[in-house]
């Protein structure tokens, strides 16, 4: 079992910048894994926002925020990166670190057996 604690959320005016990072402990042994985030905002749809696969870092991205957010992994403090830039609006939204992707498509949430309590991102305009 992975224990996933995500930090960095808050308020941003558009144009702004975050860091999200999700801290993995637990049976984080070295295999290669799956690891994503999403986000839902109110009265929506929990969505892939992006995803790395720790093996090769192979790397992927919603349309909605490619160019503009980043994933990448901290080995040393087993930590998996969100770092977004040029936020909208539209990203308002409670984000959420997934691990252990089990197969299928990767911005699918029923596809990861690992999920963090989430951390409120609020961009206004």
């Known amino acids: 079992q992975v224990q996933l604690v995500e930090s960095g959320g808050g308020s941003v005016q558009a144009g702004g910048s975050l860091r999200l990072s999700c801290a993995a402990s637990?049976?984080?042994?070295?295999?290669?894994?799956?690891v994503a985030w999403f986000r839902q905002a109110p009265g929506k749809e929990r969505e892939g926002v992006a995803a790395?696969?720790?093996?090769?870092?192979?790397?992927y991205y919603s349309d909605s925020v490619k160019g503009r957010f980043s994933i990448s992994q901290d080995i040393a403090d087993n930590t998996i990166i969100l770092q977004m830039n040029s936020l909208k609006p539209e990203d308002t939204a409670t984000y959420y670190c997934?691990?252990?992707?089990?197969?299928?498509?990767?911005?699918?949430?029923?596809?990861?057996?690992?999920w963090g309590q989430g951390t409120r991102v609020i961009v206004s305009a």
């Open positions: 997934a691990a252990d992707g089990t197969g299928g498509y990767w911005y699918r949430s029923e596809n990861y057996k690992n």
């Open positions: 637990g049976n984080t042994n070295s295999n290669a894994r799956m």
């Open positions: 790395m696969y720790t093996g090769d870092r192979t790397k």
